[in-house]
């Protein structure tokens, strides 16, 4: 654990015991960390979108550098990166694309979602053997416990905690429920902090905010006090508590403007998605559900609630989608992909360029929620200080290949990695010898694990390895090239 600073010992001892117990405590503390010029904590979100890519609209084009990209053209399905029309501004500047890497799962590619914040192989398809990344971070190591949950598992239209079908994984790879309903989300995460329309529920949010602002008429009280004995820049600390208790103030009193990082959402309507699950009619409001989850995933991390999240996203697969799709994403878009060399590893054939088109398009919706996440997240003045995980558990679908799979790190991560990049891995077979994978599984092989121990040293936690494979080369080292 890292050492508490001292503008937060004396912001807490100024507040008092009583303090720690109000409603985003945590929240007012990083206000007045952050007016001292501290960054605000680290933040992770590993998300999941399924049927892997169309490599043909998503891999570097022969005029891109690794600073100078094209997100727009045609049918390119990175676009919602650099779409200000739709998401109020461009966030290439807050992205890191990444080809090359290779998911070393030893399964099926539908049970390979487990593969990727764990870095573990899924011996037998059961389950990853060791704890992935989000649960390393928050609870191993401690970091999640400053906040009211320690780390949130989403989900649309599956529960199940099924190997690929959940992304978060204890000690020893035991796999962890997710939460598919947002009023659900919402409840555990800000229950107690807002107000329904139930007289007996406003009754009693009055009392608290009644004892809240007592609490603070005492806590004003006592830096005033003190504020005389003190020399001029013990006093500027205590007027940004002031300043900071009187934001808390506003949102003690539902004022809508709180001027401070967290605002709290509405409690989603249940009504826009009565039905929740798939193949039970649930389909035809996964949309409304994932922006719903979205909504409350950002500002519950803007709020300090959580500083770890995992998000497993669906496909739309029901007739009359709005994308147009066939009602059968899977079977009838991702297993009929036919590839170029592009997505095909390498393997020789010119593809069939029709069936790019339609997977590419749902790979632009995915991503489409990942730039909704940024954006809001930026509203909320969060974006610089989270980093966001995004993959799939396929590269090529069509071959259920778990290399060159789709791999993108956004946000701001606090300066801990060079965004606004993209980034292309040796290949995993030299020109001369395409089918090198087949004789030589190892070929140049560089793994997710590389980028959860990146990820592993951003949040300051001293490993080397993170993962579980044969070769301890697959699973040792950070991936240099992210810094």
Not at 392 to 421: E, Y
Request: proline share 6%; hydrophobic share 35%; charged share 20%.
């Amino acid at each position: 654990m890292r050492p508490m600073s001292r503008t937060r010992r004396s912001f807490l001892r100024a507040m008092g015991a009583g303090f720690a117990a109000l409603p985003f405590a945590r929240l007012l503390e990083n206000s007045v960390a952050q007016a001292a010029g501290e960054t605000l904590p680290l933040k992770f979100v590993g998300m999941y979108h399924p049927h892997g890519v169309s490599a043909e609209y998503w891999a570097m084009k022969a005029a891109d550098t690794e600073t100078a990209f094209d997100l727009g053209y045609e049918n390119c399905s990175l676009k919602p990166f650099d779409d200000a029309a739709t998401f109020g501004k461009s966030f290439k500047d807050k992205l890191l694309v990444i080809e090359g890497i290779d998911l070393m799962s030893n399964a099926n590619g539908h049970s390979t979602g487990g593969t990727i914040f764990t870095g573990s192989r899924i011996d037998g398809g059961t389950q990853p053997q060791n704890i992935s990344i989000d649960q390393y971070l928050a609870v191993k190591s401690g970091l999640g416990s400053a906040t009211r949950i320690t780390s949130l598992s989403l989900g649309v239209g599956n529960d199940s905690t099924e190997v690929g079908q959940t992304l978060s994984y204890g000690e020893g790879g035991v796999p962890l429920p997710k939460i598919i309903d947002p009023a659900k989300a919402f409840d555990l995460l800000f229950e107690g902090v807002v107000v329904s329309d139930k007289p007996e529920d406003v009754a009693a949010a009055a009392r608290k905010r009644k004892l809240g602002q007592s609490v603070i008429d005492y806590q004003k009280w006592d830096i005033q006090r003190l504020r005389a004995k003190l020399a001029p820049p013990e006093q500027a600390k205590l007027d940004q508590h002031l300043q900071s208790l009187s934001e808390l103030e506003k949102q003690l009193g539902g004022s809508s403007g709180s001027g401070a990082l967290c605002k709290v959402p509405t409690r989603p309507d249940s009504s826009k998605f009565p039905q929740l699950k798939q193949y039970n009619g649930g389909e035809q409001y996964f949309d409304a559900i994932t922006d719903a989850h979205i909504d409350i995933l950002a500002h519950a991390l803007a709020c300090d609630l959580t500083r770890f999240a995992t998000f497993l996203l669906n496909d739309l697969s029901y007739d009359n989608n709005p994308l147009g799709l066939p009602k059968d994403n899977h079977g009838s878009v991702a297993h009929t992909y036919n590839a170029s060399p592009i997505g095909n590893n390498g393997h020789p054939g010119d593809g069939v360029p029709s069936t790019w088109l339609p997977l590419a398009q749902f790979n632009r919706y995915s991503y489409s929620k990942v730039a909704r996440l940024m954006q809001k997240l930026d509203e909320l003045g969060a974006l610089d200080s989270t980093l966001i995980y995004a993959s799939s558990d396929m590269g090529n679908p069509a071959l259920h290949s778990t290399r060159n799979v789709p791999t993108i790190l956004a946000g701001g991560a606090n300066g801990k990695f060079r965004m606004g990049r993209r980034l292309r891995m040796a290949p995993d077979c030299p020109p001369e010898n395409s089918w090198c994978q087949e004789t030589d599984p190892a070929s140049k092989t560089i793994t997710n694990s590389k980028i959860l121990v990146s990820i592993a040293q951003a949040f300051g936690a001293e490993i080397d390895s993170f993962g579980t494979q044969p070769d301890p080369a697959l699973i040792t080292g950070a991936l240099s090239e992210l810094t």
